[in-house]
T-cell receptor
């Protein structure tokens, strides 16, 4: 059974702070990892993905991957109230069969 | 470039009825996946179609079925609806590669009464 685990939160951070979202996965053979953001009542939208160990930066977002620890994280720098949403970690298997974590709800307070 | 289009956006059905949902993927994408999202279970994979063939299947009963047409548009069908089928049904479009990004449509909110 492929498992993707996330802390459900809510995670509350003040505006301008760094938000750190974490995800662990069960299958050591996993090759790629995706982060999605979902606003209430909306569909998930892709933020970024990472394949290699280390950090990958895209604007205010940084994804970090540690395959040895089976751990992937998403850092949001200079958090804004508009970043308040649920963040979903996703791991694909067997082509495009994605397993999603339950999501972490982020609340950025002005 | 147009995104993923799902129709209808909202549906209300009665227990025992059947329903068909439609998804048009991003132009050029040949993989279409379907997901069910509920507050209790989160996002769960239903099935994936690629070039008109079911390539992956989740752990849902046979009442849930799907198909894909030659233009990559996909439909999913749920027969003999149950109250527990009330959910947001999401379609995701992916290119031909392996483990590539999935782009979601706006979803169809199904309510079974």
């Amino acid at each position: 059974q492929k498992e993707v685990e996330q802390n459900s939160g809510p995670l509350s951070v003040p505006e301008g702070a760094i938000a750190s979202l974490n995800c662990t996965y069960s299958d050591r053979g996993s090759q790629s990892f995706f982060w999605y953001r979902q606003y209430s009542g909306k569909s998930p939208e892709l933020i970024m993905f990472i394949y290699s160990n280390g950090d990958k930066e895209d604007g205010r977002f940084t994804a970090q991957l540690n395959k040895a620890s089976q751990y992937v994280s998403l850092l949001i720098r200079d958090s804004q109230p508009s970043d308040s949403a649920t963040y979903l970690c996703a791991v694909p298997y067997n082509f495009n069969k994605f397993y999603f974590g339950s999501g972490t709800k982020l609340n950025v307070k002005p | 470039k147009a995104g993923v289009t799902q129709t209808p956006r909202y549906l209300i059905k009665t227990r025992g009825q059947q329903v068909t949902l439609s998804c048009s993927p991003i132009s050029g994408h040949r993989s279409v996946s379907w997901y069910q999202q509920t507050p209790g279970q989160g996002l769960q994979f239903l099935f994936e179609y690629f070039s008109e063939t079911q390539r992956n299947k989740g752990n849902f009963p046979g009442r849930f079925s799907g198909r894909q047409f030659s233009n990559s548009r996909s439909e999913m069908n749920v027969s003999t609806l149950e109250l527990g089928d009330s959910a947001l049904y999401l379609c995701a479009s992916s290119s031909t590669g392996v483990n590539t990004e999935a782009f979601f449509g706006q979803g169809t909110r199904l309510t079974v009464v």
